[in-house]
T-cell receptor, first 115, second 110 residues
Framework: NAGVMQNPRHLVRRRGQEARLRCSPVKGHSHVYWYRQLPEEGLKFMVYLQKENIIDESGMPKERFSAEFPKEGPSILRIQQVVRGDSAAYFC?????????????FGPGTRLLVL | TQLLEQSPQFLSIQEGENLTVYCNSSSVFSSLQWYRQEPGEGPVLLVTVVTGGEVKKLKRLTFQFGDARKDSSLHITAAQTGDTGLYLCAGETGANNLFFGTGTRLTVIP
């Protein structure tokens, strides 16, 4: 069984460029969460999506960040005009239901470095 | 503002020793989860505790949820080098996501 897959694993961007992070959930899971982790810190919730819907984006910056989970294909987290402060590890997790205490399966993360 | 503080932030012990790490908050959580994260990987769920006062054991790991559901502890008996990692607690807030603690980075020295 394939777990959560994220790509790329590492991404280097210059300031002002766009970063696109992809997440393929566990097969059959329709709930996806994105988290950001700064060095030596815990994970901070960004956005929760179900297929074709954003359910909760309360943790996502209003500017430059967007997320989608189309009917077909992976979930995408897009960061436009990246700045150095966007450098972090971005994790997605998937779940079979919207029950928060249901096990969330995390991917290996994408480490974004903004030069 | 919710805050889940974990202590200690860093812990380095010899193989075979026992240790306890703590997860404290002023907020009440519906449930609390513990994860272990290894370098370069995502967090992996260890346990979920739901009831105040609940104790769960996972081999050499013992997890306890405080009676008031505001705090939790993780006790490891006879630590092994394979226990090395970042331990994260995460609380269910009733919203749509988990609220993660600050983490305890454990190093077990052979």
């Amino acid at each position: 069984n394939a777990g959560v897959m994220q790509n790329p694993r590492h991404l280097v961007r210059r300031r002002g460029q766009e970063a696109r992070l992809r997440c393929s959930p566990v097969k059959g899971h329709s709930h996806v969460y994105w988290y950001r982790q700064l060095p030596e810190e815990g994970l901070k919730f960004m956005v929760y999506l179900q297929k074709e819907n954003i359910i909760d984006e309360s943790g996502m910056p209003k500017e430059r960040f967007s997320a989608e989970f189309p009917k077909e294909g992976p979930s995408i987290l897009r960061i436009q005009q990246v700045v150095r402060g966007d450098s972090a590890a971005y994790f997605c997790a998937s779940s079979p239901s919207r029950v928060v205490r249901e096990t969330q399966y995390f991917g290996p993360g994408t480490r974004l470095l903004v030069l | 503002t919710q805050l889940l503080e974990q202590s200690p932030q860093f812990l380095s012990i010899q193989e075979g020793e026992n240790l306890t790490v703590y997860c404290n908050s002023s907020s009440v959580f519906s449930s609390l989860q513990w994860y272990r994260q290894e370098p370069g990987e995502g967090p992996v769920l260890l346990v979920t505790v739901v009831t105040g006062g609940e104790v769960k054991k996972l081999k050499r790991l013992t997890f306890q949820f405080g009676d008031a559901r505001k705090d939790s502890s993780l006790h490891i008996t006879a630590a092994q080098t394979g226990d090395t990692g970042l331990y994260l607690c995460a609380g269910e807030t009733g919203a749509n996501n988990l609220f993660f603690g600050t983490g305890t980075r454990l190093t077990v020295i052979p």
